[in-house]
């Protein structure tokens, strides 16, 4: 399938869905509406109200908060998660320790902390960033260990034999096996920083796209909470984007898999 072909079957997807979903809220099916439009607004008016915000400029400071946080998750969260993914690749007998801790640290539902975060951070963005990075850390983490320990034993063998020393083995060999999958998680982490963000703001904030969201709940307009909805939407596809890019441009060597 081409590219110009994806795109179109992509574009034609969401067409199609707004469309129902228009359709259903304002056309009588036998007599009634499917879908009432106070409980599911209508893509109608869920569009307005995005032009209305940009427009007017009021999302623009909420964007930025929101934007700023998740960037600041997702950096701390990935760098972090990589770092000790490698390390207890490397070191069996600390992972070995550490596991059951890992584990139990990782099962701890991630709600439970904000609050404990906002105790300790105050209701700023560093409470948001925290909540954000423990959402991002354990998939990087999990997935670049991973990585490591599924190297070729083929490949390091050829390595030493070629007298590559430990910095060589890191830098030619564990790091190339591990990008694959560390970019696998990072595609997922984006979501999840940009979740950690929002969540913080609509318990606690005074700005965000998760404030401004909550403040639309707050009074039932339903337009507005989907408009928060799609925004974010948009703006994790264009992080997202940006990932895949750099992912292109430090997998160049990696063979592209074609289609029979």
């Not at 320790?97 to 991630?110: E, I, Q, S």
């Amino acid at each position: 399938m081409s590219r110009v072909t994806l795109l179109f079957c992509q574009v034609m997807v969401a067409v199609i869905v707004l469309a129902l979903w228009q359709a259903f809220t304002t056309v009588p099916v036998f007599g009634r509406i499917l879908l009432p439009p106070f409980f599911f607004s209508n893509p109608i008016d869920v569009f307005s109200q995005i032009v209305k915000w940009f427009s007017s400029g009021v999302i623009w400071k909420h964007l930025a908060i929101t934007l700023w946080e998740s960037i600041l998750a997702f950096v701390i969260g990935s760098v972090a998660g990589i770092l000790v993914g490698f390390w207890f690749a490397r070191q069996p007998r600390v992972a070995a320790v550490f596991d059951p801790y890992v584990k139990m640290t990782n099962a701890l539902p991630r709600v439970v902390l904000a609050p404990i975060f906002a105790l300790w951070f105050g209701l700023g963005i560093w409470s948001k960033v925290a909540l954000g990075v423990t959402l991002v850390f354990f998939i990087v983490f999990f997935n670049v260990y991973q990585g490591v320990k599924e190297v070729s034993t083929t490949v390091l063998d050829n390595g030493r034999m070629l007298g590559m020393n430990e910095r060589q083995l890191m830098r030619h060999v564990y790091w190339p096996s591990a990008l694959s999958w560390m970019f696998s998680s990072l595609h997922t982490s984006v979501g999840f920083a940009v979740v950690g963000a929002v969540v913080g703001e609509y318990l606690g904030a005074a700005a965000g796209l998760g404030y401004l969201i909550q403040q639309a709940e707050g009074v039932f307009d339903v337009a507005g909470v989907f408009a928060g909805m799609f925004v974010l939407s948009a703006f994790v596809i264009l992080i997202d984007m940006a990932v895949t890019l750099v992912e292109r441009r430090l997998l160049v060597w990696r063979p592209t898999v074609r289609e029979s």
